[in-house]
């Protein structure tokens, strides 16, 4: 991508986005949006190895090929909307945890078709829209207590990382003990520990693209060794959309059940605490919080994360979301739009890759380091909970411990849920229950002993 912008069109673009204004300048925003780029294209890979009928969730999952042209223009739609409206470095894809719910619990758990999936998707898009640009947003950050946040985070983290461990053969059924240790002879399951060594080294190196790089390694090694087959080809032209746009909306009616309710709450709450954690997060490496530590235009900034989320199921993809590996951009330079724009820009031109991607979606030993190490750095949120209080560990260990022994980001979140105001009460602090907390413990309570199987 080019960086020589002729001085009119460079003042007029530098005026849109306030980049000498935020002391950044052109060449450095285009840089921090390819090394943004570059920290979470990995998405490209992994979504459709999640989403796709290529991958565990076999003929129940979505198009393999439609999931990932749906990922790449939910990208690239969210991220442009984000850079233009919001004019925030913060990119937007598909969220990793959010598509691990859509496939391992409600499609695969409890038997949703993919289809009224996206519907539930969509809704809880509209709903999060609706709380953006209301006061309403506020009052709801304000009722949910910043420890069960931490552990909503931490367990999605475990569930994902178990996830990986599973598809990488590193651990395995068991009719004895339920789960243990895989065989370490398989080709498939060393080159999986191949790829989370290497992974993990570029993470502690601070190298911005370390997921992406070790997926390029294993892909690599996987070729060499004859356990993944070579690409068809690099280029091709984006289809399969034609087999996922607009099921969202023809679905909608299927989606108006009290099972779905249930799974448009967790799909809400999970991506509302998800964005508003790293749009703050990313904006305060940025320094671009005010003085009182707020986030300015933050009304346009979720609003754009909530159109992502509606875009992408319209689309064919689950949630889509910020993500925190806009701090690689920010950490790079970047500070405007602009940022954003450069990586929706790269996006546009990975979905013409589809060949290259398809061979890793389509292997486990490739991605399964990927879902690992997601895992990893979004379980150490776990460091944050006050473990010394019984109030606030109880409830937050049953959340983290029951995503992945449950398999299902709903039922950890609601047994959680469930706790909270019983071991707040049983403490004494009844007055510091928000009366939200009481509805979302009968909702919840509901959902087990109505529509859990």
Known sequence: MATDVPPRTRSRIDQFFGVSDNGSTMKRELMAGTVTFLAMSYVLAVNPAVLGDSGPLGAK??????????????????????GLWAKYPIALAPGMGLNAFFAYTVVLSMGIPWEVALSGTFLSGVIFFVLAVTKVREKILDSIPMQMKLAVGAGIGLFVAFLGLKAAGIVRASEATFVTLGDFHKGTTLLALFGLVVTVIFLVRGWHGAVLYGIVLTALLGIVTGLVELPGGVVEMPKGLDQTFGQAIIHLPDAFTAQMAIVVLTMLFVDFFDASGTLIGVANQAGLLDKDGRLPRASAAFAADSVGTMAGAVIGTSTTTAYVESTAGVSAGGRTGLTAVTT???????????????????????????????????????????WSRLEYSVPAFITVIMMPLTYSIANGLAMGMIFYPIVMAAKGRIKEIHPAMWVLMVVFAGYFFFLAE
Do not use: E, H, K, N
């Open 61 to 82: 999952g979505i198009p393999t090929q439609a999931v990932f042209t749906a990922t790449a223009v939910a990208a690239v739609f969210g991220t442009l909307v984000m």
């Open 344 to 386: 929706a820009g790269w996006f546009l031109l990975a979905m013409f890759c589809y060949p290259i991607f398809a061979i890793v979606a389509g292997a486990g030993a490739i991605t399964a380091p990927a879902l690992i190490v997601v895992g990893i750095l979004m379980a150490r949120s776990l460091g944050d909970i006050d």
